[in-house]
């Protein structure tokens, strides 16, 4: 699976998802920073990629319905999370390839001890 992370989680999130035998790019580094919900998604359906975030705006399918992308993954933590709480998270999701083969037209909400899976 083809990940871009959001500028909202920490840089380590894309060695984490890497070791998992994925591809990940940060939008840090393909000149997305700062860049607008909607220029992310429109990156992300042009290039094949999932998206991982922690901004719960993707979370809405009105605006970014999920069978328009390769995936949406919401990442719901609370502000002042360490990243170890962030990356423990994503790795709730990334052991399970169970729903990772579900990813692909796909919203993930992933809470603590939690993932939720909405197929639009």
Same mark, same amino acid.
């Given at each position: 699976?083809?990940f871009?992370?959001?500028?909202?989680? $920490?840089?380590?999130?894309? $060695? @984490? !998802?890497?070791? #998992?035998?994925?591809?990940?790019?940060?939008?840090?580094?393909?000149?997305l920073? +700062?860049?607008?919900?909607?220029?992310?998604?429109? #990156?992300?359906?042009?290039? +094949?990629?999932?998206? *991982?975030?922690?901004? %719960?705006? /993707? +979370?809405? *399918? %009105?605006? #970014?319905?999920?069978?328009? #992308?390769?995936?949406?993954?919401?990442? %719901? /933590? $609370?502000?002042?999370?360490?990243?170890? /709480? !962030? @990356?423990?998270?994503?790795?709730? @999701? @990334? *052991?399970?390839?169970?729903?990772?083969?579900?990813?692909?037209?796909?919203?993930?909400?992933?809470?603590?001890?939690?993932?939720?899976i909405?197929?639009?």
């Amino acid at each position: 699976m083809r990940f871009l992370i959001d500028e909202d989680l $920490p840089l380590s999130t894309v $060695p @984490l !998802v890497r070791r #998992y035998g994925h591809e990940a790019l940060d939008l840090r580094d393909v000149g997305l920073r +700062g860049a607008t919900d909607a220029t992310i998604a429109e #990156y992300a359906r042009e290039h +094949g990629l999932c998206i *991982v975030t922690g901004d %719960r705006g /993707f +979370g809405d *399918v %009105r605006n #970014y319905p999920p069978a328009t #992308y390769e995936g949406i993954v919401v990442l %719901r /933590f $609370p502000s002042k999370a360490p990243i170890s /709480f !962030v @990356l423990r998270l994503l790795e709730e @999701l @990334l *052991v399970r390839q169970d729903l990772i083969s579900r990813l692909p037209g796909s919203l993930a909400i992933v809470e603590p001890n939690r993932v939720r899976i909405r197929k639009a």
